[in-house]
């Protein structure tokens, strides 16, 4: 008999199945946090007096990796996620807040705001992008990923199946899964809309559905996941 977890929804969800999906989910993670560093680290979007925010920040790995990298970034950083993180992180602040509910910081608070693979969980994402409009400086930074739903294997499956990659039945079920899913054009609009303008916006590598194997492409139609870096002007 197969063992069976419990979501959040309280849905049942076959135990073997989430393990894979949470290997898989981890892989992913290592490539979008490596790729993020890279981008800070090439386009020197981390100064002396870089003020940050890290929202959803989940274990805190991405603040913790930024923190190695950039000593000075030492009492810094506000990490803000729904759940109380399980570690501490040492040079770090924590708050506890939902990000359906808005960003409870002052407005103009952070020169540079990070969003790794948070939006697509929220119920109301362009209140999300509204909120980090309002918490970050005029000229501040926002570095925001997505999943990539334009990918071939996300289209073979909506053809085949009418689900998107990330977006199938059993996936939302899970305990924080995704709920709307985010194409590049729409991306780019909410933050237009918002004042953002778009400095870049390039994918991870790609992978083939439903196993770890990389495809070492980048680009709509292979990467797998969106990576957006935005400027905030005066709109």
């Known amino acids: 008999m197969k063992r069976l977890r419990?979501?959040?929804?309280?849905?049942?969800?076959?135990?073997?199945?989430?393990?894979?999906?949470?290997?898989?989910?981890?892989?992913?993670?290592?490539?979008i946090h490596s790729d993020v560093m890279r981008l800070i680290e090439e386009k020197q979007v981390v100064q002396n007096d870089?003020?940050?925010?890290?929202?959803?920040?989940?274990?805190?790995?991405?603040?913790?990796?930024?923190?190695?990298?950039?000593?000075?970034l030492r009492d810094k950083i506000v990490m803000l996620d729904i759940e109380k993180i399980k570690l501490p992180l040492d040079g770090a602040s924590f708050i506890q807040g939902d990000l359906d509910k808005g960003i409870e910081l002052p407005d103009n608070s952070f020169d540079l705001i990070i969003s790794i693979e948070t939006i697509e969980h929220l119920l109301n994402p362009g209140l999300f992008l509204k909120e980090i409009s309002r918490t970050v400086k005029l000229g501040?930074?926002?570095?925001?990923?997505?999943?990539?739903i334009h990918n071939i294997f996300s289209r073979i499956l909506f053809l085949l199946t009418g689900e998107l990659q990330w977006y199938r039945e059993w996936c939302i079920a899970q305990r924080g899964g995704h709920v709307f899913p985010i194409n590049e054009v729409c991306l780019k609009k909410i933050l237009l809309l918002n004042g953002f303008e778009i400095l870049d916006m390039f994918t991870t590598t790609g992978r083939i559905l439903g196993t770890q194997v990389v495809i070492p492409i980048r680009g709509r139609f292979w990467g797998e996941v969106w990576i957006c870096w935005a400027r905030k002007g005066e709109g």
Do not use: H
């Open 50 to 72: 870089t003020t940050v925010l890290d929202c959803a920040c989940g274990s805190g790995i991405l603040s913790g990796k930024m923190l190695e990298k950039y000593p000075f």
């Open 140 to 148: 501040g930074q926002l570095i925001i990923t997505t999943p990539n």
């Open 6 to 31: 419990f979501s959040r929804t309280g849905d049942i969800v076959p135990e073997k199945r989430a393990k894979r999906s949470e290997e898989r989910e981890y892989r992913s993670m290592e490539r």
